[in-house]
């Protein structure tokens, strides 16, 4: 018999804002020591009031609006409880009966073609805390910092049905929210985490099998293996009786390459969900609704086209450029001063993508002004500036923010001058200290032509036009 995996998944994103969601300690407590980013609120201490961050509520909303969701337009929030030493209050404050976004729709791409994800809802929620295991102690110590951090949970109907179709659903939500700055959705720092429900069912039947769930996964490469190797599981079970399945919550082992039961899935029932009395009901109101919907960016693949068409790029540049919204925004920035769109692609792309991979940095790292690009560009296209003194200028300003590119070619020398007497006299001087690469070249060794081309460049600090040093310098070497 042919059987189909069905999943669907619960992604976890932790939003990128200033503070938390019911409070205001930092939301960011990289580098911190523990539990210094705590106040009686965010440690469930009895009596404190929680206040909705404003913030998180903007952000649900794009995302929501990203993922082509129902805003509701009053959403409540409500209290699940369980305990656990990493939640302080036994109970989380997230989103039950009137989530902040609803029935949404992510298309996705693979090697099969495009398919439409159904998205149930999108609800806002605090994380917990952080317990760090001492094996040397003995001990388990527990810090808060992580405690109210705000999340926005996005649950899928199970509509998936391969480890390559949840890949491309990952990368797509990944794209849509940096593109719309509500996170940085990054597995490797822990701001997308993903659960996994996974059920085997035979090709064609509509109803459902036995479902389990894999908790907190949060590499996409570990993801694919757990989905192949829960497949295979059920399969086995189904038609060998290898074992009975039942409903539950099981750990991937990324090391042994399995999953291990860990306990039977709790059902909404035990978490005893009920309004939290303490935080009012959000009411988003037209203009707040309004203002959200047009801070909304256009949609990567809207510009791509956008670049390929409007502004006759390449495909594959095109492609390249909206990986990411800084790139694009710097592009574009740059497009508006130098007005063309070729030569701003290839600074993009040949220069300064280069530099953010040396430097390690991702493309959304790059927080370069894309008017100021735009102004070095007008410098070397209107031939004040080298291109290769254009690069120096670049990699100063990734430096120091503050640099005008003009200013700073000035102070450095390397403005071109139209002086070709300056530039007889360093082809004289060069050509006299040299004798034998003039020789050289005249003994036929194209060779020894470049390296008369090399000091004189060098001598001029860069700032002469190639194509003019090299006749005046041909000239002067035949004549010599
Ligand atoms: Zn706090
Ligand atoms: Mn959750």
């Known amino acids: 018999m042919r059987y189909e995996t069905v999943i669907g998944l619960e992604v976890h994103v932790?939003?990128?804002?200033?503070?938390?969601i019911f409070c205001s300690c930092s939301a960011h407590s990289y580098g911190s020591e523990p539990n210094d980013h705590v106040c009686p609120a965010c440690c469930g201490m009895p009596g404190m009031l929680p206040v909705v961050n404003k913030r998180v509520v903007d952000y649900g909303m794009k995302a929501g609006l990203m993922l082509n969701c129902h805003i509701n337009r009053t959403t409540t929030f409500d209290k699940k409880s369980y305990y656990y030493p990493d939640l302080p209050a036994a109970y989380q404050t997230t989103q039950w009966f009137a989530p902040v976004a609803v029935n949404g729709l992510v298309e996705i791409e693979t090697k099969e073609g495009k398919k439409n994800i159904r998205i149930k809802q999108i609800h806002m929620e605090e994380d917990a805390g952080k317990l760090v295991h001492d094996i040397r102690e003995d001990t388990t110590h527990v810090d808060f910092n992580r405690t109210s951090v705000p999340l926005i949970e996005i649950v899928s109907q199970p509509d998936l049905s391969s480890a390559?179709?949840?890949?491309a659903y990952l990368e797509r939500l990944k794209s849509l929210l940096r593109f719309a700055k509500v996170a940085e959705c990054e597995m490797a720092h822990g701001t997308m985490r993903c659960d996994v429900n996974l059920s085997v069912r035979p090709e064609g039947s509509d109803k459902l099998g036995v479902r389990t769930e894999m908790k907190n996964m949060n590499s996409i490469e570990a993801i694919k293996r757990a989905i192949e190797y829960e497949t295979a599981r059920h399969i086995d079970a189904i038609e060998n009786g290898t074992e009975v399945l039942v409903q539950e919550t099981r750990r991937w082992d990324d090391i042994k390459g399995k999953s291990y039961a860990m306990r039977t899935k709790e059902t909404a029932g035990d978490y005893r969900y009920f309004p939290d009395p303490n935080v009012m009901p959000v009411v988003i109101d037209d203009e707040w609704?309004?203002?959200?919907?047009?801070?909304?960016?256009?949609?990567?693949?809207?510009?791509r086209e956008r670049y390929a068409g409007e502004y006759g790029l390449g495909e594959y540049d095109a492609e390249r450029l909206t990986q990411s919204i800084a790139l694009c925004e710097c592009f574009e920035g740059a497009y508006a001063v130098c007005k063309n769109a070729k030569d701003a692609a290839n600074w993009m792309i040949s220069d300064i993508m280069r530099i953010l991979?040396?430097?390690?940095?991702?493309?959304?790292m790059l927080s370069l002004d894309g008017a100021t690009l735009g102004k070095l560009i007008l410098l070397v296209t209107d031939g004040k500036v080298s291109r290769a003194n254009g690069k120096k200028i670049l990699e100063a300003m990734f430096e120091d923010s503050s640099i005008d590119p003009e200013s700073y070619a000035k102070e450095n020398d390397f403005i071109i001058s139209n002086d070709t007497g300056l530039v007889d006299k360093v082809v004289k001087e060069v050509i006299a200290a040299d004798p034998k690469s003039v020789a050289?070249?005249?003994?036929?060794?194209?060779?020894?032509?470049?390296?008369?081309?090399?000091?004189?460049m060098k001598e001029l600090k860069g700032n002469c036009d190639p194509q003019t040093l090299r006749s005046i310098l041909i000239d002067a070497v035949n004549k010599a």
């Open 14 to 20: 932790e939003l990128a804002t200033k503070s938390k």
């Open 164 to 167: 390559e179709e949840v890949e």
């Open 289 to 303: 609704f309004d203002s959200i919907k047009e801070s909304l960016p256009e949609f990567p693949e809207v510009k």
């Open 357 to 364: 991979n040396n430097k390690q940095m991702t493309y959304d």
């Open 440 to 456: 050289d070249f005249k003994g036929g060794k194209e060779k020894a032509l470049m390296a008369l081309f090399g000091k004189c």
